[in-house]
């Protein structure tokens, strides 16, 4: 299986913008869908945002236009870019992908990162 590393979390004020990156342990796998969700406390894990290996996006409606999601597909990377970040952005994020090892699929989950938006 794959192991998926979060980095880039971190304390930052409303309004402010941090960058979060999820890195495939395996370069020899079939991504089929890499997303990033979030868990903040008391609530469910709720999908942010996510991209397709045609590239096809799709986000929650609260992050649209503030989000970006992007891949490298050759690095088996995703990436988030948040801007204009609100307290209510504050959670877990986690990332997520789906892929193919010699027919078999898999869903695999990274750890976390925490991201704190807080004057």
């Known amino acids: 299986q794959v192991q998926l590393v979060e980095s880039g979390g971190g304390l930052v004020q409303p309004g402010g913008s941090l960058r979060l990156s999820c890195a495939a342990s395996?370069?020899?796998?079939?991504?089929?869908?890499m997303g990033w969700y979030r868990q903040a406390p008391g609530k469910e894990r709720e999908l942010v945002a996510s991209?397709?290996?045609?590239?096809?996006?799709n986000y929650a409606d609260s992050v649209k236009a503030r989000f970006t999601i992007s891949s490298d597909k050759g690095k088996n990377m995703v990436y988030l870019q948040m801007n204009s970040l609100k307290p209510e952005d504050t959670a877990v994020y986690y990332c997520?992908?789906?892929?193919?090892?010699?027919?078999?699929?898999?869903?695999?989950w990274g750890r976390g990162t925490q991201v704190t938006v807080s004057s």
């Open positions: 991209v397709t290996s045609n590239g096809y996006t």
């Open positions: 997520n992908a789906v892929y193919n090892i010699r027919g078999h699929l898999y869903n695999d």
């Open positions: 395996r370069s020899d796998i079939s991504v089929n869908i």
